[in-house]
């Protein structure tokens, strides 16, 4: 059965630094994989995604994610945090009709 | 290009009251989900349809649980009668297509219920 893992429940960084938030899956196939932010109240929007091709996919607001088979994983990457990007970040896969997401990862940033 | 609509944005009710979420989807979209989200988790998915037709529901709780999507456009999720346990988001999204092409999904603001 697909499944998605994000380990870390709670990250803290400084504005200014550089983030990467972790996501592991657990697919037969290649997977179609997505991270998506979500922002006190409000619904998910999509960061980026990736389906096939070039492993390091580009998203928005300077977001990136690398897609890793061997290790399994679709870690999201920012060189420089802001503070405006506080919120919950998930990680979904996508196959046959079905997303599955990961529990999230509450993203707080220092001034 | 307007985005997914949900209302009510808050709900509040006694347990074994009943409840009814509402959802638009972005025009021309033909994959619609309703999403569970309890606080702390991600989203799960409830059910999916493509145009009018149920795609998935194996997660769907039933006995309880029901949603329609006539015409293929907007849609309701109902509970009846609720739990303290579906206390939760509902996020309704949609998707222009379905199926193995996969697909991006656009999420609503989602509808907060509170069973007390």
């Known amino acids: 059965a697909q499944s998605v893992t994000q380990p870390d429940i709670h990250i803290t960084v400084s504005e200014g630094a550089s983030l990467e938030l972790r996501c592991n899956y657990s697919?037969?196939?290649?997977?179609?994989l997505f991270w998506y932010v979500q922002s006190p109240g409000q619904g998910l929007q999509l960061l980026l995604k990736?389906?096939?091709?070039?492993?390091l996919v580009q998203g928005i607001k300077g977001f990136e994610a690398e897609f890793k088979r061997s290790q399994s994983s679709f870690n999201l990457r920012k060189p420089s945090v802001h503070w405006s990007d506080a919120a919950e970040y998930f990680c979904?896969?996508?196959?046959?009709?079905?997303?599955?997401f990961g529990a999230g990862t509450r993203l707080t940033v220092k001034p | 290009e307007a985005g997914v609509a949900q209302s009510p944005r808050y709900k509040i009710i006694e347990k074994r009251q009943s409840v009814a979420f509402w959802c638009n989807p972005i025009s021309g979209h033909a994959t619609l989900y309703w999403y569970q989200q309890i606080l702390g988790q991600g989203p799960k998915l409830l059910i999916q349809?493509?145009?009018?037709?149920?795609?998935?529901d194996s997660q769907l709780p039933k006995d309880r649980f029901s949603a329609e999507r006539l015409k293929g456009v907007d849609s309701t999720l109902k509970i009846q009668p609720a739990k303290l346990e579906d206390s939760a988001v509902y996020l309704c999204?949609?998707?222009?297509?379905?199926?193995?092409?996969?697909?991006?999904?656009?999420f609503g603001q989602g509808t907060r219920l509170t069973v007390v």
């Open positions: 697919y037969g196939a290649t997977p179609y």
């Open positions: 349809f493509q145009n009018n037709g149920v795609v998935d």
């Open positions: 979904a896969l996508y196959n046959n009709n079905d997303m599955r």
């Open positions: 990736y389906f096939s091709g070039d492993t």
């Open positions: 999204a949609s998707s222009p297509r379905g199926g193995q092409g996969g697909g991006e999904a656009f």
